[in-house]
T-cell receptor, first 112, second 112 residues
Framework: NAGVTQTPKFQVLKTGQSMTLQCAQDMNHNSMYWYRQDPGMGLRLIYYSASEGTTDKGEVPNGYNVSRLNKREFSLRLESAAPSQTSVYFC???????????FGQGTRLTVV | TQLLEQSPQFLSIQEGENLTVYCNSSSVFSSLQWYRQEPGEGPVLLVTVVTGGEVKKLKRLTFQFGDARKDSSLHITAAQTGDTGLYLCAGFSGGSNYKLTFGKGTLLTVNP
């Protein structure tokens, strides 16, 4: 079972470059999430999508955009990367009515 | 300001000792969850507590939800080296069952 798949696993960007982080889930979940994790900061919610066709801002949305492409896929875009966006990014998904979120293995992004 | 405050942030103990970690908020939650994260992996759900005053046991781990549903604790009895990891509490904020936010976590190290 694939679960939540994130690509790429590692990425190095130069300041000002753009990129899209991909996330796909095969569990037919309605809700999807993007988090960033920095040392000592736990997981901070960037954006979430309660269901296909909707997206909402989380705690730290500035500098990011998202697209809920279909029920399976939820992408995170950095239009102009900054060193402050160096982090580990996690995608998660959840079935409506349930509390458990399932996470991917993360994307480690370094902006130099 | 973090909605969920976890303490302590770091905990280093010897194998066989007992420990308790805390998750506190000024807000009422419909449920709280505890996740465990190992290095290089995404968080994995341990338990969800739903009812005020509820106590759940998972082998040597005991989870409690405060009567007012504003706080929770995780107690580990006779810690083992395999318990080492980052323990995160999480809850749905903003009055929805979609916006899942996390505390900063407690990094537990159990030494042999």
């Amino acid at each position: 079972n694939a679960g939540v798949t994130q690509t790429p696993k590692f990425q190095v960007l130069k300041t000002g470059q753009s990129m899209t982080l991909q996330c796909a889930q095969d569990m037919n979940h309605n809700s999807m999430y993007w988090y960033r994790q920095d040392p000592g900061m736990g997981l901070r919610l960037i954006y979430y999508s309660a269901s296909e066709g909707t997206t909402d801002k989380g705690e730290v949305p500035n500098g990011y955009n998202v697209s809920r492409l279909n029920k399976r896929e939820f992408s995170l875009r950095l239009e102009s990367a900054a060193p402050s966006q160096t982090s580990v990014y996690f995608c998660a998904s959840k079935r409506s009515g349930n509390t458990e979120a399932f996470f991917g293995q993360g994307t480690r992004l370094t902006v130099v | 300001t973090q909605l969920l405050e976890q303490s302590p942030q770091f905990l280093s103990i010897q194998e066989g000792e007992n420990l308790t970690v805390y998750c506190n908020s000024s807000s009422v939650f419909s449920s709280l969850q505890w996740y465990r994260q190992e290095p290089g992996e995404g968080p994995v759900l341990l338990v969800t507590v739903v009812t005020g005053g509820e106590v759940k046991k998972l082998k040597r781990l005991t989870f409690q939800f405060g009567d007012a549903r504003k706080d929770s604790s995780l107690h580990i009895t006779a810690a083992q080296t395999g318990d080492t990891g980052l323990y995160l509490c999480a809850g749905f904020s903003g009055g929805s069952n979609y916006k899942l936010t996390f505390g900063k976590g407690t990094l537990l190290t159990v030494n042999p």
